[in-house]
């Protein structure tokens, strides 16, 4: 089982801000099979970034994603009002199909 | 317009028996690789099952394999999560998920809203 652990838990920012989270693996993979979810309180998930580094349907440019191996990243380049969620990184190449635990970005 | 809505939560005692159900809609469903993932109170994403397009294979998270069935009927656009001997641990809302379509496994493109799971004496 591939392990996922992002971070920092939290992170405290203005709008307007540059943010960058990241998630590390237990082991290495193939970029293909990473993928970065927003999710908002009391919503389901949304889909932002497939590939490590493509964004999904409907994803502002402000979000990019990186990295290979075991080290990934998701930079979102200015934080707008709606960005403030929780973000989690997933390995979907395999089952089980692994989640981060979560980065929370809260307003400063 | 492409919709997952899932419905069967409640509040059940421990031991007990669920059976949560995902309607699928606007998309072809028939052809979809589908999943149930969960989120504890204050939690992260947990998933916990696979259903190929076809019914064909299915795959568990570790912590419910033995006690939870996924299941599909192609023929009403509708996934299942039979979930037995329930526990606290269970409690969570469940949330039926899409892949998107593409050559081999593929991130979740579509989620519904998520059912509610109480397990509780």
């Known amino acids: 089982e591939i392990v996922l652990t992002q971070s920092p838990g939290t992170l405290s920012l203005s709008p307007g801000e540059r943010v960058t989270l990241s998630c590390r693996a237990s082991q290495s993979f193939s970029s293909t099979y990473l993928a970065w979810y927003q999710q908002h309180p009391g919503q389901a998930p949304r889909l932002l970034i497939y590939s490590a580094s493509s964004r999904a349907t409907g994803t502002p440019a402000r979000f990019s994603g990186s990295g290979s191996g075991t080290d990934f990243t998701l930079t979102i380049s200015r934080l707008e009002p709606e960005d403030f969620a929780v973000y989690y990184c997933?390995?979907?190449?395999?089952?089980?199909?692994?989640f981060g635990q979560g980065t929370k970005v809260e307003i400063k | 317009q492409v919709q997952l809505v899932e419905s069967g939560g409640g509040v059940v005692q421990p031991g007990r028996s669920l059976r949560l159900a995902c309607a699928a809609s606007g998309f072809p469903f028939s052809s979809s690789y589908m999943h149930w993932v969960r989120q504890a109170p204050g939690q992260g994403l947990d998933w916990v099952s696979l259903?190929?397009?076809?019914?064909?294979?299915?795959h568990y998270a570790e912590s419910v394999k033995g006690r939870f069935t996924i299941s599909r009927d192609n023929s009403k656009d509708i996934m299942y999560l039979q979930m037995n001997n329930l526990g606290a641990e269970d409690t969570a809302v469940y949330y039926c998920a899409k892949e998107a379509q593409g050559e081999g496994p593929m991130a979740f493109d579509i989620w519904g809203q998520g059912t509610r799971v109480t397990v509780s004496s």
């Open positions: 997933q390995y979907y190449g395999s089952s089980p199909r692994t």
């Open positions: 259903i190929w397009y076809d019914g064909s294979n299915t």
